[in-house]
Structure formats: C-alpha cells, structure tokens
C-alpha cells in the first residue's frame, strides 16, 4: 500500500497527485481513486489533516479547474465522500475556493451541494 509505506509526513503529497491526476481523467477514475481513499482512511493510513492539506491546493481553485474541467466539483465532491473528513473538514475546506468577481452562487454552496446529493 502507497500510503502506508510512505511515511505520514508525505502523504498529503500523494493526495495531492492523486486528485490533481483523476481531474485529468473520467468518471471511472474519480471512483477508483475515492474508493482508495476510503480504504486508506478507514485503516488509517492517511489522516483527515494530510487529507485535507492534499485536497486544499485543488480546492482553492475549483473554480477555475471547473472552466477545463466541467466535471470538477462533482469529482471533487466524490473524492471528499472518500476521505475521513466531516462535515464540518468538508465545510472548511469548500470556503476556501477562490473566486473571481461576484459569482451568482456562492461556490462553497456548489461543492457542498455536490457534496450533499451523493448518497450515503
């Protein structure tokens, strides 16, 4: 396992790379990649805080990815369902997308509702 061998200190780096790369990719990757980081999560081979520091660099522009990536909150929002953050780690880091001028919909509201509407 990637993240258990790797020592904890590195591993928001793989989160990083992980989620940089399957915004690349399609649908069947997203899953593939949040379905690890279930895994990795519920065995504790990655914590909510390297999870959250590897997330954060994508999340903060969100907004913009989505311009070349139509796809990217939903994606986002899957691989946030795989990780061990909360509600309120979600929350956190949703407020720290950026935004350019004044949006119609506030964008932490458009990733939480991604968020929201996936089951379970």
Not at 7 to 20: C, F, G, I, Q, T
Not at 47 to 59: D, H, N, R, Y
Not at 102 to 114: G, Q, T
């Amino acid at each position: 396992n990637y993240f258990l061998d790797l020592p904890e200190e590195y591993r928001h780096l793989l989160v990083d790379k992980l989620v940089s790369r399957v915004l690349e990719g399609k649908e069947p990757d997203v899953k593939l990649v949040a379905e690890l980081f279930s895994r990795v999560s519920t065995k504790s081979g990655c914590s909510s805080e390297a999870f959250e520091k590897g997330l954060s660099g994508t999340i903060e522009f969100l907004d913009d990815i989505s311009i070349d990536v139509p796809h990217a909150y939903t994606s986002v929002a899957k691989l946030l369902k795989g990780t061990s953050l909360g509600n309120n780690g979600v929350e956190s880091l949703a407020s720290r997308i950026i935004a350019e001028g004044d949006p119609k919909v506030k964008l932490k509201d458009k990733l939480l509702k991604e968020f929201n509407n996936l089951a379970g």
